[in-house]
């Protein structure tokens, strides 16, 4: 398996201008996660999807950041409009959740580095 | 999600075993422990998990205590390749496990 594969592996982009950030999860996972890496802030948990389906988005910072998964196979992530204070890596990783009382393996992307001008 | 508390960074020297140690005193039954590392500039990689037995795979040994309250990542014999920071999470099961990342152990494997 090609592994979680996210595009741009790098953006670089002035402020004001609209990012997007690409995932495509492992073949058979049913769970993508977003997060966002910064020194200051370390690794956070920005949304999760299942089944498509958004579980729990409090980790988004705020309106100018949006998420969709239209499909098992792919999902983005928005900003618009961007800002330089958003310049971070940002990881897409899937797992497959099975029923509660199981644990589920998360598997992370190589990552997309944003720098926002 | 329980909070976990770990050593900001450690040193081990090559061909020895590393022993990450972490606490989780607040820990609920229903939570696993899991490791996971991250190597500089990649995404995070899973190592192990366990609820309260001992595990082992091919990268490392998880050993927790009896009261669930502590545990202990070993890398039998580090690397150089080893070099990454570990993170400790405690974390619920059910339909889409969350995982709650904090600062880790920067593990420094030296020659």
């Known amino acids: 398996d090609a592994g979680v594969i996210q595009s741009p592996r790098h953006e670089v982009t002035e402020m004001g201008q609209e990012v997007t950030l690409r995932c495509k999860p492992i073949?058979?996972?049913?769970?993508l996660f977003w997060y966002r890496q910064t020194m200051m802030r370390g690794l956070e948990l920005l949304i999760y999807?299942?089944?498509?389906?958004?579980?729990?988005d409090s980790g988004m910072p705020e309106d100018r950041f949006s998420a969709k998964m239209p499909n098992a196979s792919f999902s983005t992530l928005k900003i618009q409009p961007s800002e330089p204070r958003d310049s971070a890596v940002y990881f897409c990783a899937s797992s497959l959740s099975r029923l509660a009382g199981t644990t589920d393996t998360q598997y992370f992307g190589p990552g997309t580095r944003l720098t926002v001008l | 999600d329980a909070k976990t508390t770990q050593p900001t960074s450690m040193d081990c020297a090559e061909g020895r075993a590393a022993n990450l140690p972490c606490n989780h005193s607040t820990i609920s039954g229903n939570e696993y422990v899991y490791w996971y590392r991250q190597i500089h500039s990649q995404g995070p990689q899973y190592i192990i998990h366990?609820?309260?037995n001992n595990e082992t795979n091919e990268m490392a040994s998880l050993i927790i205590t009896e009261d669930r309250k502590s545990s202990t990542l070993i890398l039998p014999h580090a690397t150089l390749r080893d070099t990454a920071v570990y993170y400790c999470?405690?974390?619920?099961?059910?339909?889409?496990?969350?995982?709650?990342f904090g600062t880790g152990t920067r593990l420094q494997v030296t020659l």
């Open positions: 366990g609820l309260k």
């Open positions: 073949s058979g996972h049913n769970s």
């Open positions: 999470i405690a974390a619920t099961t059910g339909t889409a496990s969350k995982l709650t």
């Open positions: 999807f299942n089944n498509n389906v958004p579980i729990d």
